[in-house]
């Protein structure tokens, strides 16, 4: 029998949970170390499982487990990745170490059991839904996840009303995404084979349906809980202030991580589930995502908290993500995984540096700042970074997968790729002249005075920096994942790209 490397990759950090929650109130500031240390575990559990992927067959599921949970009903627990669960699983494991040393003294003594011990359930939770090959097993992660977030960010964000008001929302949103989400769950297993294993969700790929009515509306039931996830215009209301009240490590996964459960989720579920009703609804979700392109760059422009211009480029870079997956070519899609990758570091490296200036100075309101190259050197150069790769900067990682997204649109849908790429001008604006009003000009001094980086902060920013400037300009490691996975689904949908069109000589003469 195989290891089973994904149950204990998920394992551990539910495990340091429950020695988290374990500690007595003498040694809570502990917390953080053991978290530490877990999270750390973890990541290396993942590098050793990514070791035993065979690369040359990553469209296909490894690392598989099989085991009967609730056979009367047909769940089973199943876990498996191909090269796009793969990447994601990694990506999860990659980032909270990081959140953990970034919320190392910024989260009160008296609260760091509940705080890291909720972190650690977290991420155990994000390697399940990931991980998850039974269509009920992955809804049951999909909704489990909400409970810690939802005490992430009631329990430890901002102002205590905003934060509540927040966290409901989130929970609202999410909640009722789900319940939809359901009722396709339950109609697609009464369309497939049923008996114990009939949630697998190798046995639901290729169903034949009764009518394309009903596939349809099975695939909406599960498209709308994803968009909700990713989310894009209009059910996205909820990011911003989730995203504005959570303390940063926790915005850092929520955005950087959870959110890509949506976007995972259209690619590995809705199309190859649903193949007939993904192209039928592609243009709608490609008009869909354009708008959330430009709607959520325009509002990131006109932002005055930093934290809620962070989440409103994320529902713009969401956009790309969805164009890409739905433009159905081969070069879309693994830019849109790509991007889903790129997108967690940087967004990632923004968020962090954005709560280490909101730590010192008390405030997200970007008018308290001013002149800060001068003062926080180090500290400007990491938001710099980090911007540049949110706008696509060449040499940057996101620009490597966006420009893969606009390229495999533009092969069938020009007009929508054209569009988009306004996207690109209105980033650079939102992120050029936020660096100005905060970075440059005169310096705004305060009480307690500006303080660089220190060593600790160093070490939580210096990592993401490096994963960007390498994916910029050397992405083959992670395209070899992707690649494959992507065929996979491209033949499982039944779509295959463009012939391209080469120019006669003489022709139209």
Same mark, same amino acid.
């Given at each position: ?51 035993? &992927? ?27 990745? /191909? ?21 190392? /003294? ?26 998850? @090959?039974?269509?009920?097993? &992955?809804?049951v992660f999909f909704e489990a996840i909400l409970i810690p977030v939802y005490f992430l960010i009631g329990a430890f964000g901002g102002n205590e009303q905003r934060r509540r008001y927040a966290a409901v929302k989130f929970l609202s949103y999410s909640l009722t995404g789900g319940l939809i989400m359901l009722v396709g ?26 009518? #394309? ?20 215009? #209009?059910?996205?209301?909820?990011? #911003? ?152 900067? #060449?040499?940057?990682?996101? &620009? ?36 100005? @009003? ?69 022709? /139209?003469?």
């Amino acid at each position: 029998m195989d290891f089973p490397w994904l149950t204990v990759i998920g394992a551990v950090p539910l495990a340091g949970s429950a020695v988290i929650a374990a500690l007595p109130k003498a040694l809570a500031p502990r917390a953080r170390h053991v978290a530490l240390g877990v999270s750390l575990v973890a990541f290396v559990l993942t590098v050793v499982a990514a070791l035993q &992927f065979d690369t040359a067959r990553a469209g296909e599921i490894q690392l598989t487990e099989l085991h009967s949970w609730i056979g009367e009903f047909g769940v089973s627990y199943a876990l498996g990745v /191909n090269g796009i669960g793969l990447v994601m699983v990694a990506l999860s494991t990659v980032l909270v170490p990081v959140c953990v040393l970034a919320a190392w /003294n910024e989260v009160d003594e008296e609260k760091a059991r509940l705080f890291y011990g909720l972190i650690m359930v977290l991420e155990a939770m994000m390697v399940g839904v990931f991980a998850a @090959r039974d269509l009920f097993l &992955f809804y049951v992660f999909f909704e489990a996840i909400l409970i810690p977030v939802y005490f992430l960010i009631g329990a430890f964000g901002g102002n205590e009303q905003r934060r509540r008001y927040a966290a409901v929302k989130f929970l609202s949103y999410s909640l009722t995404g789900g319940l939809i989400m359901l009722v396709g769950v339950i109609a697609l297993y009464h369309a497939g084979p049923g008996g114990e294993q009939g949630f697998l969700i190798d046995q639901l790929t290729g169903l034949q349906f009764s009518s #394309p009515a009903a596939e349809r509306l099975m695939f909406i039931s599960l498209f709308i809980a994803f968009a909700i996830k990713a989310p894009i215009w #209009p059910v996205h209301t909820w990011l #911003p202030d989730a995203a504005a009240e959570a303390p940063a490590g926790v915005a850092v996964l929520l955005v950087g991580v959870l959110d890509k459960i949506g976007t995972f989720g259209m690619l590995t579920l809705c199309l190859p589930l649903f193949p007939g009703a993904s192209k039928w609804a592609a243009p709608t979700i490609l008009a869909l995502a354009v708008v959330s392109v430009l709607y959520g760059a325009l509002l990131a422009i006109g932002q005055t908290d930093l934290k809620r211009l962070i989440a409103y480029t994320s529902i713009s870079h969401f956009g790309f993500i969805v164009l890409g997956i739905f433009a159905m070519t081969s070069t879309g899609q693994a830019g849109s995984t790509l991007y889903m990758v790129n997108h967690g570091f940087s967004t990632a490296a923004l968020f962090l540096v954005a709560g280490m200036l909101i730590h010192r100075r008390g405030s997200a309101d970007i008018d308290e700042y001013g002149g800060l190259q001068r003062t926080t050197p180090v500290l400007a150069a990491g938001f710099l970074l980090a911007g540049l790769s949110s706008l696509a900067l #060449p040499g940057m990682s996101s &620009f490597v997968s966006e420009f893969m997204v606009l390229t495999g649109t533009f092969i069938k849908y020009p007009a929508v790729a054209a569009l988009a790429t306004l996207g690109i001008v209105l980033a650079a604006l939102y992120i050029l002249l936020t660096y100005q @009003r905060m970075f440059t000009g005169p310096v705004k001094e305060y009480s307690n005075g500006w303080k660089d980086l220190s060593t600790r902060e160093v070490l939580v920013v210096a990592p993401l920096v490096v994963v960007i400037l390498f994916l910029g300009v050397y992405p083959k490691p992670v395209l070899d994942v992707i690649n494959p996975a992507i065929s996979t689904t491209m033949q499982q949908v039944g779509v295959t790209d463009p012939e391209p069109t080469v120019a006669v000589e003489g022709e /139209n003469k």
